[in-house]
């Protein structure tokens, strides 16, 4: 069993940044798959970066490449999202969800835990 609490979110003005936390309880977090999500209002639950258990691999969705960059401290149970050059249209709230398998999976029903979300609002 692992709970997950997102931590981070905010109002910010397009072009800044903000870095989201996802701390995890339980004793399995080293072994999983992390996942970020959001999702805006109306829209379906969008992936946007993931990493596996060892923090050796990453994958980011093309929207937000190059801007957010996915990364974990085990010793901590924390994932991150370091979002950078935030757009209007990265408004969401973030959910951060984990894996018990060992590959990066973007459909969001292969995902085990969810967090309860962090608001990201930017304004333009």
């Known amino acids: 069993q692992v709970q997950l609490v997102e931590s981070g979110g905010g109002l910010v003005q397009a072009g800044g940044s903000l870095r989201l936390s996802c701390v995890a309880s339980g004793r399995t977090f080293s072994s999983c798959t992390m996942g970020w999500f959001r999702q805006a209002p109306g829209k379906e639950r969008e992936f946007v970066a993931a990493i596996t258990s060892s923090g050796e691999i990453t994958h980011s969705a093309h929207s937000v490449k190059g801007r957010f960059t996915v990364s974990r401290v085990n010793a901590k149970n924390t994932v991150y999202l370091q979002m950078n050059s935030l757009k209007p249209e990265d408004t969401a709230v973030y959910h951060c969800?984990?894996?018990?398998?060992?590959?990066?999976?973007?459909?969001?029903?292969?995902?085990?835990?969810w967090g309860q979300g962090t608001q990201v609002t930017v304004s333009s």
């Open positions: 969800a984990a894996d018990v398998g060992l590959s990066i999976v973007i459909f969001p029903e292969y995902y085990d835990y």
